[in-house]
């Protein structure tokens, strides 16, 4: 009979909350919520769509007015023309205003071309100028508020912006999570783990991180609260105090599932958005968020034949027969001495980074680096007095020292050795001995190594000999 296997969640719980100031643009969401084109068009489209139809458009002008270089705008440009958002004309002297050869541009905020989003029936508004077009969408709905000061400020790249355009079209009851980002976001994972951490640095990001006294679901859980205006570290600090302070009153007072389904703080999106079509298909995994209580309205949309939020494949270990001895035994172990240790292993190891690390090979590095995490962590909560590794049973302490010693570059050393053994039957054991060893001689490695080098050099070139 086959063992009930415990689905493991690697996709953290998520809040998402948006803070708005005043002077906005409005753009239409045909584009923001395309998947065809990438976050840095998309920033690039709604930074033309939100000029004046007065404006020279012109490469060196958009170059100007973008943190991005005249080789990215280009590239960006191409893009859009592929999907159908620009249209591009060559004028000949007779034909230009200027009666030297120029190019005629048209800009769209809906194309047909674009399988990714649905077919809308709408209405253009158009505005031309000396050498560019402008076709709008007339807005009754269907659209995006953004503030005036993101989308115009050259501080920013263009990526950036497109997608805090992107996080801003989704309706107050998507599930925010990093999976269902990736899957609207043409970019990947990597990307968009990428630009979350740069929108923190930049400000325009507040992601706060309730441990699990502080959480109403008894689990790690983030809160992404994003601005449209950056603010300051102090105002940073402030906001995940407050955060905090409204969690725990909230999971004190047993109001929780009462908040949970109120419009505040379901998701605690400021965004008056007027579509929000009925689902027809289930949304992806991101269980345990606030807006998953009580009955959720399922959202498609994009269409019936794409939605904004595919299923996403249940991520797994990408080690062959790792799960058998993934298996992690609960019994014994103390479930707040876990949590806390996994999140000091997750500092530890640079998580963020480690994650990333992972990634580049096409898999999915961020489902991997939670299952490392969680090896780590079943041997330092272990209730069993020794732990064998390689035929020596060692106590509990000091595998427990030595394994919250581990950081992230013994640990890629040791998956980078692991990949080039043959016949590991055991995968977890031999990464728990092999980290053993690593933390226990990083060290003395590295400083035997560079000595190793100082020597050859003496050796060969002369140098530091003793006269």
């Not at 690039?44 to 012109?58: A, E, V, Y």
């Not at 949590?339 to 998580?351: A, H, M």
């Not at 299952?371 to 079943?378: A, H, P, R, T």
Request: glycine letters at 6%; a negative charge.
């Amino acid at each position: 009979m086959d063992k009930m296997k415990k689905a493991k969640k690697t996709i953290p719980d998520t809040i998402c909350r948006v803070h708005r100031s005043g002077g906005y643009a409005v753009l239409s969401n045909c584009f923001v919520r395309s998947t065809n084109i990438g976050c840095d068009s998309i920033g690039l489209l709604g930074k033309i769509n939100d000029l004046p139809p007065s404006w020279n458009f012109t490469i060196a002008g958009l170059v100007a007015i973008c943190e991005d270089g005249e080789t990215a705008i280009k590239s960006q440009l191409a893009e859009l023309e592929q999907w159908g958002y620009v249209k591009k004309t060559l004028l000949m002297p007779n034909e230009s205003p200027t009666g030297r050869i120029s190019y005629l541009y048209d800009f769209y905020e809906y194309s047909e071309l674009d399988d990714s989003i649905p077919k809308y029936d709408i209405e253009m508004e158009t505005f031309t100028a000396d050498n560019a077009t402008l076709n709008r969408v007339k807005k009754d709905s269907n659209f995006t508020i953004i503030s005036a000061k993101l989308i115009r400020s050259n501080k920013i790249r263009n990526k950036l912006i497109g997608f805090m355009m992107k996080v801003l079209s989704l309706p107050n009851s998507w599930n925010f999570s990093m999976s269902g980002l990736k899957a609207i976001c043409k970019e990947g994972k990597t990307a968009v783990h990428n630009a979350v951490n740069k929108l923190i640095d930049l400000g325009y990001l507040v992601r706060t991180k309730l441990l699990s006294n502080e959480s109403v679901h008894n689990c790690f859980e983030y809160v992404y609260s994003f601005f449209d205006v950056p603010v300051s570290k102090e105002e940073a600090d402030e906001l995940e105090a407050e955060t905090r302070r409204k969690a725990i009153t909230i999971r004190e007072g047993g109001k929780a599932k009462a908040a949970v389904s109120s419009a505040d703080e379901k998701q605690g999106v400021e965004n008056p958005y007027l579509d929000n079509p009925p689902a027809e298909t289930p949304l992806s995994e991101n269980q345990g968020q606030y807006n998953t209580y009580n009955s959720i309205q399922k959202n498609q949309l994009l269409s019936d034949k794409s939605s904004i939020i595919p299923a996403a494949a249940k991520p797994t270990f990408n080690i062959s027969g790792v799960e058998k001895s993934a298996e992690r035994v609960t019994d014994g172990y103390n479930s707040e001495e876990v949590e806390y240790y996994t999140e000091v292993i997750r500092e530890n190891l640079d998580y963020w980074h480690l994650g990333d690390w992972l990634c580049q090979d096409g898999r999915d590095g961020y489902a991997e680096a939670d299952e490392i995490v969680g090896f780590i962590v079943d041997e330092i909560c272990s209730p069993l007095p020794y732990t064998t590794l390689r035929g020596t049973a060692f106590p509990r302490t000091v595998i427990q020292s030595k394994m919250l010693k581990a950081n992230i570059y013994m640990v890629e050393s040791v998956i980078e050795k692991m990949a080039l053994i043959d016949d590991i039957k055991d995968f977890r054991r031999y990464f728990i001995s092999s980290l053993y060893n690593e933390v226990l001689t990083y060290h003395f490695n590295e400083g035997c190594e560079s000595r190793n080098i100082d020597e050859q050099i003496r050796r060969d070139f002369g140098y530091g000999v003793a006269v």
